[in-house]
């Protein structure tokens, strides 16, 4: 209900909209130059036309519309499918969906591979004109065994009525099939269907257990057929497994060919036992002409017009379940793009862009069930709150050292086993935290320690790489001292430096936000650095006439014209920092949203990967708006000279 709501939605504000932009287009200013700022101005409502455009493909391609408004059309095309899975095998044997029956290939597959085994025996130097005759006879004799089962003279009466009755079964079945009726359902066997229905619940639902708290999936498309029309789909295609099992039992083997392949196996037997070890070219050519000769036997070759009747009654078949499908086939075609519902076996899955594009209804629920502090992912939340003592932020601020630098000694156990506590050991306790005093709220979870570790790389990165851009920028030595070290980790991946520094400084926050303080340092550096050599020399004379010292032109001057280019630094550093942030929760982490999404990509978790996705998107645009926000208010002069 919920989708079609937002479908509705999505339609009626894309066209308010672009109406809404079209009578705008005509009560604006025309006489604006082109390339000026202001035209870009505004344009909201081409943002929702934007934003709902892409989620009506996410809807569209990930075939929630369909499951929207037609919530059991998977299940009906799940048992169509068991359908066609059933007819596939037999479908095969005919020129249906071939373009010669299966007899056919059969036969001129066999007789190449023999011409082929023919002229490697002829033209080979390791064997002796002895072996040459035996093995072509041999080959020869492979050769009349083919006839012996396309002949219509040699068909047996007793196989020829087996696939009278197998075409009669299908005759019959494709009679019952048109019936409304059919399969005639007990009220016992309806509500017995109905119950199965509910217990495997519904096309892609998630659960949660009451007990654990962990999350169960049900299987990817319900079996049971929910739909009386699926129903029927599912009685014929059990009935169509029957049948092919039936044919596929049958061997067209008539006393002649029986004789024929006895006598050929037991010569080529004979002959490869006589043969020494020496002369295992011979053994390996045999070997070979007898597997060809054990396919022909195992193959289902039959005269040419013996099965024209039961090819027929499939073809009659497969149009009789095609009409039958109704307006099931034009959901199929028009509601499922790029794919459809499959049967392999007893199980269904879904096959094309709805496989590995999960349903925003899907995702969205299972974001709320992640969302949940009692079931998170892995035991740990999304994003939570946790009482933390003020004294382990006191332990996590104060280095150790203060404690060793102070005078005396730490306190030692007496001989009765009792530590009195000294001046120093107290200090101690302070530093490392080992103290209470009141708790407080700190969020905690996969996103807040990714934002974290982000936000800490980006601090220490500004922090140490805008100084020593600006330094760079204004003074010989500072860019011939530093740009040669810059310059040549710069271009190396983030990636080629992870395994290393994860390996040196540890899985924990320090390695990570190290790796991300080393993506974010080269940047600042560089942004600075332009931004301080790029001043426009007019400005430094006007301010130096004026009688400004060095440090008010720095502040004043060169400062000013650098943030440009330092802030629009902190937005490209923000990207890499997320890229490489999750290439290093995936190397190595226990907590983080590249660990989550790890993890959910061994077990073909979509919705999670796409979960992760999303958030690692909606943090990196809340860090872009507000560096936008910081630009606007910050630096108005931008792009004004």
């Given amino acids: 209900m919920l989708t079609q709501i937002i479908t509705f939605l999505i339609f009626f504000a894309v066209i308010g909209c672009i109406l809404y932009g079209r009578r705008l287009i005509r009560t604006e200013k025309v006489d604006a130059v ?45 048992q169509v499918a068991k359908v066609n899975d059933s007819l596939l095998g037999l479908k095969y044997q005919f020129p249906i969906e071939e373009r010669e029956f299966k007899s056919t290939s059969q036969i001129k597959k066999e007789n190449k591979n023999l011409k082929i085994i023919q002229s490697e025996i002829q033209n080979s130097e390791e064997l ?36 009278d009755d197998i075409t009669g079964k299908i005759n019959l079945l494709i009679e019952n099939f048109q019936k409304p009726d059919y399969p005639f359902e007990t009220e016992q066997e309806l509500n017995e269907r109905l119950k199965a229905v509910d217990e495997e619940g519904g096309w892609g639902i998630t659960k949660v257990d009451a007990g654990s708290g962990s999350i169960e999936n049900t299987l990817e498309v319900p079996l049971v057929p929910a739909t009386y029309r699926g129903l029927k789909f599912h ?6 497994n029957l049948i092919s099992d039936e044919f596929f039992k049958l061997r067209n083997h008539n006393p002649q060919f029986k004789n024929k392949i006895k006598e050929l196996k037991e010569e080529i037997k004979s002959y490869r036992k006589s043969l020494s070890d020496s002369e295992e070219v011979a053994s390996t050519y045999a070997k070979n002409i007898v597997k060809i000769a054990r396919r022909i036997e195992f193959a289902s070759i039959y005269p040419p017009n013996a099965l024209d009747k039961m090819q027929t009654a499939i073809v009659k078949f497969d149009n009789a379940q095609k009409k039958e499908q109704g307006g099931l086939r034009l959901i199929d075609i028009f509601l499922f793009p790029a794919g459809t519902i499959v049967a392999s076996g007893p199980s269904c899955s879904e096959q094309g862009s709805g496989r590995w594009l999960p349903k925003p209804s899907d995702t969205f629920n299972k974001f709320i069930l992640m969302s949940k502090p009692s079931v998170g992912y892995k035991d740990i939340p999304l994003l939570w709150i946790q009482m933390v003592d003020v004294s382990k932020m006191i332990g996590f601020i104060l280095p150790d050292w203060i404690a060793d630098i102070l005078p005396g000694e730490y306190p030692v156990h007496t001989k009765d086993g009792i530590v009195k506590q000294n001046f120093k050991g107290g200090v101690l306790k302070i530093v490392t935290g080992d103290f209470n005093l009141f708790k407080v709220p700190v969020p905690y979870g996969h996103i807040w320690d990714s934002f974290l570790r982000v936000f800490l790389g980006l601090v220490f990165g500004i922090l140490i790489g805008v100084p020593l851009g600006l330094f760079m920028g204004l003074n010989r030595f500072a860019k011939g001292f530093f740009d040669p070290l810059i310059e040549l980790y710069r271009p190396v991946p983030p990636l080629a430096w992870a395994p290393l520094i994860i390996s040196v400084l540890g899985i924990d926050n320090t ?15 560089i942004s600075a650095r332009a931004g301080a050599s790029g001043t426009q ?7 130096h006439s004026l009688g400004a010292s060095k440090r008010q032109i720095l502040r004043h001057v ?22 490489t942030l999750v290439a290093a929760e995936f190397l190595a982490g226990t907590t983080g949203i590249g660990f989550v999404e790890n993890v959910a990509k061994k077990y073909f978790q979509y919705e999670v990967i796409w979960i992760t ?10 860090f872009d708006i507000t560096l936008r926000k910081i630009i606007d208010k910050t630096i108005p002069w931008r792009g004004k000279g």
């Fill in 613 to 622: 996705i999303f958030i690692m998107g909606m943090l990196g645009l809340l």
């Fill in 511 to 525: 390695g990570k936000v190290f790796l991300l303080f080393m993506v974010s340092l080269s940047i600042m550096i």
């Fill in 537 to 543: 020399l007019s400005k430094i004379h006007a301010a």
């Fill in 558 to 579: 060169i400062f000013p014209n650098s943030l440009p280019e330092i802030l629009t630094g902190i937005r490209v550093a923000v990207g890499m920092c997320w890229g």
């Fill in 235 to 240: 009685t014929a295609a059990q009935e169509l």
């Fill in 34 to 78: 082109f390339g000026n700022p202001e035209r870009a101005l505004g344009g909201t409502h081409w943002v929702i036309v934007g934003s709902s455009f892409l989620l009506l493909i996410w809807l569209y391609y990930s075939w929630d519309i369909a499951k929207g408004f037609y919530p059991k059309s998977a299940n009906e095309l799940c």
């Fill in 128 to 163: 002796n004109s002895q072996q040459k005759t035996i093995l072509i006879s041999y080959i020869s004799k492979t050769n009349q065994l083919i006839p012996l089962l396309t002949n219509e003279d040699l068909l047996e009466i007793e196989t020829q009525q087996k696939i």
